[in-house]
């Protein structure tokens, strides 16, 4: 066994191997931030837009009011001022006075005017939640390059060691566990996103 692991072919392939694992842990990495940082930044967006529509929600309604407390007050002695006030419903209003005239301010009324806005954070949240995927897979591939730069590490050592030295074979065999490791953590434990 020791022959095996202080060959100088098995430690050249086992460098080979391992800086393409590193080296391929550490480019999905880098994607993974990106991805991250894509997400993240379309969340960002879309909260900031959906409380501008909430904003503009709120300044929506508050004219609403308006209009409507002013086509109430002249609906019966000046019904062609009412009238004007009543063309200059929005579209939830008018919805909401023509469905039940008595109660216009219900919930449908509210979450008809705070639609997009409530659109816009349900994106921003489904957005930060992959983010947050993105973050997590590129957390693991971390550990993976840690994990196969050790064993690299290893390995390159154990290739400067000669080649009757107790040190290179376990040095050797570290590496290995290293890559065995690397694997395992790659294969079972960095999730996918999607």
Known sequence: MKKIFA??????????VLSVFTAYASY???MSDSEQNKFEIL????????NAEYLRANQDITQDYNYF???YLNVEERPEIAEYYELNFSEALTAAFESEPDVVWTDAYY??????????WDESDTNFETASQWDERGDQLQLVMLIMALGLAFVAWSSL?????????LFSVFGTIALI????????MVPTVG
């Open 7 to 16: 060959n100088e072919i098995f430690l050249g392939t086992m460098i080979a």
């Open 69 to 71: 407390d002013n086509w």
């Open 43 to 50: 969340g960002m967006q879309q909260l900031n837009d959906g």
């Open 111 to 120: 979450e008809g005017m705070y639609a997009d806005a409530t659109a816009l």
């Open 181 to 188: 490791a690397g694997i395992i953590v790659f294969v079972t």
């Open 28 to 30: 999905l990495g880098a």
């Open 161 to 169: 060691l000669g080649a009757e030295s107790n040190m290179r074979t």
